[in-house]
């Protein structure tokens, strides 16, 4: 249950936050060069990006620690149907997986946005 709370939330984190590092690069570039030519762009280098990169799997991480220490992840016996029993980890009946889902999805908003801002998209 531990394993599948980390690898949901962080794959789809370290996804997103490179897809939006790439667009947000695309966009200071393509609206620099609107403005002025020869303007030097700071945090657009390798570096810079897995620097940024690593804050928000550090966000994230930090999200999965408080959401281990409220709910920690263990298996429960869930009875679906009368004539079965299953073992489901907790937080998987409810709703509680988006709270490891919350970076990812406001990253895949923010990504949209920029993307549509930088292509001039109405």
């Known amino acids: 249950c531990l394993s599948v709370r980390i690898n949901m939330g962080l794959c789809f984190t370290l996804m997103y936050a490179t897809l939006f590092l790439k667009t947000v690069r695309l966009s200071r570039i393509f609206n620099s060069k609107e403005r002025s030519g020869t303007s030097t762009l700071s945090c657009i280098d390798t570096s810079s990006q897995v620097g940024?990169?690593?804050?928000?799997?550090?966000?994230?991480?930090?999200?999965?620690?408080v959401w281990f220490v409220c709910q920690p992840p263990?298996?429960?016996?869930s009875q679906p149907v009368r004539s079965s029993l299953l073992l489901i980890c907790n937080g998987?009946?409810?709703a509680s997986y988006i709270i490891g889902m919350a970076l990812p999805v406001l990253l895949m908003a923010l990504s949209t946005v920029y993307a549509v801002k930088t292509r001039h998209i109405p």
């Open 92 to 94: 998987s009946a409810d």
């Open 74 to 77: 263990t298996a429960i016996l």
């Open 52 to 65: 940024l990169v690593s804050m928000f799997v550090f966000v994230e991480t930090v999200i999965q620690c």
